[in-house]
């Protein structure tokens, strides 16, 4: 099994916006890859409670690599992907086998 841990760093003017709708419309697209990714097994997004440089984080868990591999080039991840790139400034990833 592996697991994908994925950290953004907000731009401002998301910060300053709606942002429990941009999560909310953001967790909804990302649950909808299930079933549609090949071994993506959990997928889960949200806000820290705490404050923090990285607020918006990403878990996933994978059947395998090679199941990661193929959830990062398919097109409905690559969709939502430009979509946070627009929002955000920074990324931290990792990817451990579990």
């Known amino acids: 099994m592996i697991r994908h841990i994925v950290m953004w760093k907000l731009t401002d003017e998301a910060k300053n916006s709606n942002?429990?709708?941009f999560v909310a419309d953001l967790q909804s697209?990302?649950?909808a890859l299930i079933g549609l990714v090949d071994g993506l097994m959990e997928?889960?997004?949200g806000l820290t409670?705490?404050?923090s440089d990285y607020p918006l984080v990403l878990?996933?868990?994978f059947t395998s690599k090679e199941a990661l591999e193929g959830y990062q080039v398919h097109p409905a991840h690559l969709a939502i992907k430009d979509c946070i790139?627009?929002?955000t400034s920074a990324r931290i990833a990792a990817d451990?086998?579990?």
């Open 29 to 31: 697209k990302f649950k």
């Open 43 to 45: 997928i889960e997004l």
């Open 59 to 61: 878990c996933c868990k």
């Open 19 to 21: 942002l429990q709708g």
């Open 85 to 87: 790139k627009k929002n």
């Open 49 to 51: 409670y705490e404050a």
């Open 96 to 98: 451990y086998e579990a």
